[in-house]
């Protein structure tokens, strides 16, 4: 009898042990997981300050460009050390507003048709370049094709581009040949029919271009001394209702910027799971035209994965010591009462 309660006392302190240290390692997660949210806040106020950064070196460098016009104003060039011709020049933003899908054109191979054409199934691309254009536009138009033949989608298929001409001079012979080098630089010959049926070149009248212009906030002029016209650069997504949703300006576009702007002009019609989970990770800023990541959102996803992992570790650990409890505490049989005895 003494060797069964010797027994049934190593038992015990054998439980004993297990749930010391279950404890220990739950002890443990614990501090863990404070180590966790603490290197969280540290990295969100670290985000905090270099934002407060970001933003005084936006306030000052417009300041220093500014302060390296040491010379007075020439012939031409206004107060502000901006020539006349390009005082009116630049992309006013219409984010939200309806593109006019009335208006005539005429495509590449010389057809009427309305803007309208092509919309209503996916979003769409705008670019206004003129095709005879001896520099930015071909800029313009390469940065587009760059950013785009990355894509996991495909032009007629996912998205389409409608590219129009703001010089009424230009015609059908003008956007054919335009659209063949467009063509070739987008490199898929797979996609060939698709890019056909969903990248368009369009010319028109100069009531159709200034109401286009003006609906996407597209601001050039034209310059008689040069013979050309000086404008901004930039492209446009908008729905598939016609609804302006972004702005990318420059002449190079991030494949990302591209893929989630066409995502989130989908209504997510298009797209992943995983590029919806980016989507939510980093939103657009119109002032920039780029996505930057959504800190706060990034700081819920990291808080909800640490909960859940923390649930599922507790889980797991709860079910072991289930387990074990029954083989700790199992009464032992007379036959082996008696064996030990």
Not at 104 to 118: A, H, I, K, N, Q
Not at 162 to 189: Q, W
Not at 260 to 281: F, M, N, P, Q, R
Request: aromatic content about 10%.
């Amino acid at each position: 009898m003494k060797k069964v309660l010797t027994r049934n006392k190593v038992i015990g302190n054998k439980a004993s042990g297990r749930r010391g240290a279950a404890k220990g390692f739950a002890r443990r997660v614990t501090r863990v997981a404070f180590h966790l949210a603490g290197v969280a806040y540290h990295i969100a106020g670290r985000a905090r300050r270099v934002a407060g950064l970001l933003l005084l070196t936006a306030y000052c460098l417009p300041l220093t460009v500014l302060g390296q016009y040491a010379q007075p104003p020439q012939s031409g060039v206004s107060s502000n050390d901006v020539p006349f011709a390009l005082r009116d020049i630049g992309i006013e933003q219409r984010l939200n507003e309806q593109v006019p899908l009335d208006l005539s054109f005429r495509d590449e191979v010389g057809r009427t048709v309305r803007l309208g054409d092509y919309f209503g199934k996916r979003p769409v691309f705008i670019s206004l370049v003129y095709y005879n254009c001896p520099k930015l536009c071909n800029l313009v138009l390469n940065g587009l094709v760059g950013g785009v033949k990355t894509l996991p989608f495909t032009v007629g298929k996912e998205f389409d581009v409608v590219t129009v001409s703001f010089d009424p001079r230009e015609g059908a012979t003008d956007a054919a040949a335009k659209k063949k080098v467009v063509l070739h630089d987008y490199g898929r010959p797979g996609d060939a029919a698709a890019f056909d049926a969903g990248w368009h070149f369009l010319t028109g009248d100069k009531a159709s271009i200034d109401a286009l212009a003006n609906a996407v906030g597209f601001k050039y002029a034209f310059d008689t001394a040069s013979n050309q016209y000086a404008h901004a650069s930039g492209v446009m997504v908008a729905t598939p209702q016609g609804k302006l949703s972004h702005y990318f300006y420059g002449i190079e576009y991030a494949p990302r910027d591209l893929k989630l702007g066409l995502i989130e002009a989908s209504a997510g019609k298009i797209g992943s799971a995983v590029d919806k989970l980016t989507l939510y990770c980093f939103h657009y800023d119109p002032t920039t035209g780029k996505y930057g990541p959504a800190i706060m959102n990034i700081m819920r996803l990291t808080g909800i994965i640490t909960v859940v992992g923390l649930v599922v570790l507790i889980m797991v650990l709860q079910r072991r010591r289930r387990r074990s409890e029954p083989e700790q505490q199992r009464p032992m049989s007379t036959g082996e009462a008696g064996g030990i005895a």
